[in-house]
């Protein structure tokens, strides 16, 4: 029996690389993410009511996103307690669910790298 979960919480400056167009209508945005030590799988749920919108290429901040895994690798969830705050624009596409516009919030806490999740 692996972890429970979610019973972590993080925060991570990382790069979309690849979003996809989400499988469950509770799904806001689904994708992948870089932070140049590792990658992760990355679900936006709707009911987060994140209004930022990821398009690929985008360089971001989260803040408080859930730590699960799925198949021995970390997935980030965007929940209701989460933040997420793009530095710097991509140019890609942003498959999503739902229409939703782009938000700013303030900037938080440390970041840390995905790698030390798996650890």
């Keep these: 029996m692996g972890p429970p ?18 499988a469950a209508v509770n799904q806001q945005q689904v994708g992948m993410l870089d932070d140049g030590s590792a990658t992760a799988k990355l679900t936006v749920w709707k009911r987060s009511r ?17 730590v699960g895994w ?5 997935t980030l969830a965007v929940t209701s307690k989460s ?12 498959p999503r669910n739902g229409t939703m516009t782009h938000a700013d919030f303030n900037e938080g806490l440390a970041e840390q790298h995905l790698e030390v999740l798996r650890g």
């Design 83 to 94: 933040e997420v705050t793009v530095v710097e624009r991509g140019d890609g596409s942003s």
């Design 50 to 66: 994140v209004e930022t919108v990821l398009s690929e290429g985008d360089r971001f901040r989260l803040l408080n996103c859930e």
């Design 5 to 22: 979960k979610y019973s972590t919480q993080a925060n991570v400056e990382a790069e979309v690389t690849t979003l996809y167009q989400p």
């Design 70 to 74: 799925y198949g021995g690798e970390p």
